[in-house]
């Protein structure tokens, strides 16, 4: 559930489990209407102001990422998020990359126990940014700074493995909030398949998913659009991008594939 503080948008993947989904379903994705929707939700939209819609947030300077590792294998941490960036660069022409200190970093993520990540985010902020409560009923959590002009700055990531392994989701916490941070901060139960989803079982980008990434990327959309100026041009995106996604995923999902895992 996102909140906003001084600039600040916090989100989270909370502890709904893997509930199923109706709502949704069949090839309502590959639909227009639904697709442009969805960007609006997930891009614009705030589970804290949820009638307001939100400036367009996406970063202009290249994403450098640090990882923070204080619990669990920091290979199996890395690997993660490298196969995640490694996702990225073929959807994306933006630089997303690790650095080795924390210094060059401008993204960070930090891997600690559940009962120690508060105190441990001492080292980044003077106030911790998520309260005890945000904390206790997330699995992982992630912040982003953005400048009025509506340019990505700085994200901190918080994922604790004890509890994102007890609940079978550090891999989803990871492609996650890494997406997240990268402009596409709310979650939404309306928007399926999707890793926005918090009843989704999902683990990695679906097609949905990575067609909002592309379009928050087309260099045709700037930080600090209004919605008013953002959905024309998501929707001529979507068009754009749409013949090749129904040819492609439509003989798949008949076959009820769950081709985006593959």
Not at 43 to 57: I, M, W
Not at 70 to 77: M, P
Request: with cysteine; net charge neutral; proline share 6%.
């Amino acid at each position: 559930m996102p909140f906003h503080d001084r600039g600040f948008t916090i989100f989270s993947r909370l502890l709904l489990g893997t509930l199923l989904l109706t709502c949704a379903t069949g090839l309502q994705w590959l639909e227009e209407d639904y697709l442009v929707s969805s960007f609006e939700k997930i891009a614009l939209r705030s589970e804290y102001r949820p009638g307001e819609a939100k400036p367009l947030r996406k970063w202009l300077k290249p994403v450098r990422i640090y990882i923070d590792s204080r619990l669990g294998s920091e290979h199996i941490q890395s690997q993660l998020v490298d196969e995640h960036l490694a996702t990225l660069r073929l959807l994306i022409a933006h630089p997303v990359e690790r650095v080795p200190l924390r210094e060059l970093a401008n993204m960070v993520i930090l891997f600690e126990r559940s009962d120690r990540l508060r105190q441990a985010m001492g080292d980044y902020y003077t106030e911790a940014p998520f309260s005890g409560e945000l904390l206790e009923k997330s699995i992982c959590v992630a912040q982003i700074n953005v400048k009025a002009s509506g340019e990505i700055v700085q994200a901190f990531i918080a994922i604790p493995p004890d509890k994102a392994r007890a609940r079978g989701k550090l891999p989803a916490c990871v492609v996650e909030e890494i997406t997240q941070g990268l402009g596409l901060p709310n979650d939404s139960d309306e928007v399926y398949p999707s890793v926005f989803n918090d009843r989704s079982v999902d683990e990695r980008l679906s097609p949905l998913d990575k067609l909002l990434l592309q379009a928050l990327y087309d260099p045709r959309l700037k930080p600090g659009m209004s919605a008013g100026q953002v959905l024309p041009i998501v929707r001529r995106i979507v068009r754009e991008r749409l013949p090749e996604m129904r040819e492609k995923y439509k003989v798949l999902l008949e076959r009820d594939e769950r081709y985006w895992l593959e």
